[in-house]
């Protein structure tokens, strides 16, 4: 990709995220739209998705950003429900799948089987947007991210084994377990070895420009030491990621480079995503797709129906195990599972070796665009009907006022000024003031009729005053350090302290709304 395709790529990232806020459409669902569009009409010639580069070049941020974004404490209390899900939902959904296309469509079982390690890695990225803007509980979220962030890993690994196998005609069961454990064990012990070193490093330097292309580092660094020793990169880059994001950013740097390095992060991720989701729509307009229609068709129906079936079984069991998982969100948690530019790299990327090659890359593609379309646009509506949203325009009457007040003395502030400079007189202040006030009581009325008809607004208010506290400690910690009444790293571990008790309360928020453990 030459520079002047990635400028055209960016500039239309733009102009699409722009329109994006006066749309309804997720973000990446509108750049895969785009994309199709651009591609159909041929506006940027010779701008493909090229494998190497998504897995070299891309990949790494997209992961590291979401690992380093995802706490420990959290990740502890649901392990067990992401674990399963990422582990055995993979695999259960890659078997179901190959045997599906085998049956419905006469594909050999190996290479049916390696259409469904290609198609089972899901990507979130544009239902999580609509979670946070819906209000969606945050452990589902996280559940969703999670799972997906691991569910990459382990797709890419089986990928491997099943293509070795195919290519080689050799099949060992003992052996294919053998490399597929060795191949995330090894992955993730150099993904925390590199994010553990990193951390450490961290911790000897007070430099955000350092410590930004020390984390560089580690996310491409992790990939490609993984890579060079034939085990799982995309692993390694996770492992990394929770390493550093959980010790690294809250042990080893002051509370101004966790925020620079948090921010180039989140933006390296937008930028990373805006571009391959425009590509997913350009290639997809090169594929075949009408010739291959009823066979795509056919593809994604078995695709969902694996996907319902893995996820709803695996609840069931987990269920029953204790760790409870509401039937509402067992519904999301299928229709949630969208498919993106890691199954389209990963089909790109088969072996000229494999026969089925060229049938399985328009499948997938079709496949992808089937479900980046049809399950991004319904996801919304889905969660409203289960109940699962509570949107912000809830509690919107209840802003409106409060910004009303603010701005109410906001204005009697101005009016002393004014008093004070001489502008007007202290009788006409008072007289405005007194309108004001008036005005500011009717106000705190039909705030309290408010609170006392919603929870939620109590609720709300009760986690704004927390976010305040929190927000003004914070400050005078690095204030003390900034003026040299404490050292960084004194004050960094008073801030991580903060940051941990505001954790614990949240999460013990979150159990009472959740009603489960």
Not at 87 to 107: C, D, N, P
Not at 161 to 171: A, D
Request: negative net charge.
């Amino acid at each position: 990709m030459h520079s002047f395709s990635f400028f055209w790529l960016m500039l239309l990232a733009s102009v699409v995220a722009m329109l994006g806020c006066f749309i309804k459409i997720p973000y990446t669902i509108a750049l895969v739209l785009t994309g199709l569009v651009v591609g159909y009409f041929g506006l940027l010639p010779g701008v493909h998705l090229e494998p190497q580069i998504l897995f070299a070049i891309f990949l790494p941020p997209l992961l590291f950003e979401a690992g380093i974004n995802i706490h420990f404490r959290s990740l502890q209390r649901q392990w067990k429900i992401i674990s399963i899900l990422a582990v055995f939902g993979t695999i259960i959904s890659t078997v179901l799948v190959g045997y599906g296309m085998h049956y419905f469509l006469g594909l050999p079982v190996i290479a049916a089987l390696l259409f469904g390690a290609v198609i089972s890695p899901t990507d979130p990225i544009s239902v999580l947007a609509l979670f946070k803007r819906l209000g969606v509980n945050e452990r589902l979220s996280m559940i969703v991210e999670a799972e997906s962030l691991f569910n990459d890993g382990i797709a890419v690994v089986l990928f491997g084994v099943i293509q070795s196998v195919l290519i080689s005609g050799v099949f060992s069961l003992s052996q294919s377990i053998f490399s597929f454990f060795l191949t995330v064990c090894g992955g993730a012990i150099i993904g925390m070895l590199v994010g553990g070193v990193a951390s450490r490093v961290t911790k000897e330097f007070d430099d955000h420009l350092l410590e930004i292309t020390l984390t560089t580092v580690v996310a491409y660094g992790s990939y490609l030491a993984a890579e060079s020793v034939h085990v799982s990169g995309v692993i390694a880059v996770v492992a990394a990621s929770l390493v550093v994001g959980n010790y690294g950013l809250p042990q080893g740097m002051t509370p101004t480079s966790r925020m620079a390095v948090i921010s180039f992060w989140e933006y390296a991720a937008f930028a990373v995503n805006s571009m391959v989701f425009l590509l997913v729509g350009l290639e997809i307009t090169v594929m075949p797709l009408a010739n291959s229609l009823p066979t795509v068709l056919v593809a994604a129906a078995v695709v969902l129906a694996a996907r319902a079936l893995s996820v709803y079984s695996l609840s069931a069991l987990l269920s029953a195990a204790g760790q409870l998982i509401p039937q509402t969100w067992r519904h999301v948690l299928v229709w949630s599972g969208l498919r993106g530019a890691l199954s389209m790299a990963m089909v790109l990327g088969i072996s000229s070796a494999v026969p089925e090659r060229d049938a399985l890359i328009p499948v997938i593609f079709g496949v992808v665009l089937i479900s980046l379309v049809g399950q991004g646009m319904t996801i919304e509506p889905l969660v409203a009907k289960l109940g699962l949203s509570r949107e912000k325009c809830d509690l919107e009457p209840y802003q409106l006022l409060l910004g009303e007040n603010m701005s109410l003395r906001m204005a009697v502030e101005e009016l002393d000024r004014n008093v004070r400079q001489g502008a007007i007189s202290q009788a006409v202040r008072d007289q405005m003031v007194d309108q004001l006030n008036l005005k500011r009581q009717e106000n705190e009325q039909s705030i309290a009729a408010l609170r006392m008809s919603d929870e939620n607004i109590a609720a709300d208010e009760m986690k704004k005053a927390e976010r305040i506290v929190l927000t003004a400690q914070k400050m005078a910690f690095h204030n003390a350090a900034r003026n040299g009444i404490m050292e960084w790293n004194a004050a960094a571990k008073l801030i991580s302290k903060l940051e941990e008790e505001q954790e614990m309360r949240e999460e013990r928020s979150r159990d009472s709304e959740g009603g489960f453990e």
